[in-house]
């Protein structure tokens, strides 16, 4: 998991993909699969929501879009 945030750090986003309108999810495919839920603010900054596994992945989805609802809302 480290390494992945290390990579991403470094400007190397590796295997991700848009799964929501402003939502990502980087797949790390070790153990359980994990997965951390993450939006773009400004083109720059990466936020990570929330972090979760394959079988809670639906839950987890719903977390973080309600966290990015939230944050969208706190600024306008």
Do not use: C, W
Request: glycine share 8%.
């Amino acid at each position: 998991m480290l390494a992945k945030l290390k990579a991403v750090e470094l400007g190397n986003l590796g295997d991700y993909k848009s799964i929501h309108s402003k939502l990502y999810e980087f797949r790390i495919n070790y153990g359980p699969g994990y997965r951390i839920y993450f939006t773009l603010l400004e083109q720059r900054l990466i936020l990570l929501l929330i972090g979760g596994i394959k079988s809670s992945q639906k839950q987890d989805i719903s977390k973080a879009l309600s966290i990015l609802k939230r944050l969208e809302k706190d600024n306008e």
